[in-house]
Nanobody, 132 residues
Framework: QVVLVESGGGLVQPGDSLRLSCAASGRSFGSYCMGWFRQAPVKEREEREFVAAVHGSAGSTFYSDSLKGRFTISRDYAKNTVYLEMKSLKPEDTAVYYC??????????????????????WGQGTPVTVSS
């Protein structure tokens, strides 16, 4: 099991940038895919939206088509930490952002990294509110 702790959320204005962090403990995330998902205020857990994912050791990145270009995922292998850099934030980006992990050392499930049900471990989430 991987324990995930998100941080960095908060209240920002439209157009601002924000960086979220996800610290993983319990296991080295080298064998894991680490994903970011978000859940808007009116959405249910089953409707969590895929944002981005990165493979812990390979560094391969995967993005939601609608968010690619504004959001960037990265990881610090030595710190067991994954980051989500968000730029040009919009009110519709308001959501609780969750970090998730699934063990996949050979990236066999890379075609499914956008599916929340693939992931075994989840953090508690960090809220992001974009409002003027």
């Amino acid at each position: 099991q991987v324990v995930l702790v998100e941080s960095g959320g908060g209240l920002v204005q439209p157009g601002d940038s924000l960086r979220l962090s996800c610290a993983a403990s319990g296991r080295s995330f080298g064998s894991y895919c680490m994903g970011w998902f978000r859940q808007a205020p009116v959405k249910e857990r089953e409707e969590r939206e895929f944002v981005a994912a990165v493979h812990g050791s390979a560094g391969s990145t995967f993005y939601s088509d609608s968010l690619k270009g504004r959001f960037t995922i990265s990881r610090d292998y030595a710190k067991n930490t994954v980051y989500l850099e968000m730029k040009s934030l919009k009110p519709e980006d308001t959501a609780v952002y969750y970090c998730a992990a699934v063990r996949d050392p050979y990236q066999r499930y890379s075609g499914s990294y956008h599916l929340p049900d693939l992931y075994d471990d989840w953090g508690q989430g960090t809220p992001v509110t974009v409002s003027s």
